[in-house]
């Protein structure tokens, strides 16, 4: 069953912005439009996150969950994606 999907506060979004590279030749843009939070990766077209927690979010697209890092200092050094049974991670590059 899919995690349900929690209202969290938009404000934390920012701190995820930005660019993380999952292989050499993939970026995933993390951005907000409207409130909403968005990853698009290189060539592709963007798709909303949602969030099941503060740090974890959903794209219903593709079965993709992304769990971000953050550290006790509240600076994000990476995400983890899972897809499919596997895991990437893709540190902020940008």
Do not use: C, W
């Not at 994606?81 to 991670?89: K, T, V």
């Amino acid at each position: 069953s899919d995690p349900e999907i929690v209202e969290i506060d938009p404000t934390l979004y920012e701190r995820y912005v930005g660019t993380y590279q999952v292989l050499p030749a993939l970026h995933l843009d993390i951005r907000v439009e409207e409130e909403q939070l968005m990853a698009q990766a290189t060539g592709q077209p963007a798709f909303p996150l949602y969030p099941v927690s503060e740090t974890r979010f959903l794209a219903q697209v593709a079965d993709i969950m992304i769990q971000f890092d953050v550290s006790a200092e509240e600076t994000v050094g990476g995400l983890t994606l899972y897809q499919a049974g596997q895991e990437l991670f893709a540190p902020k590059v940008n």
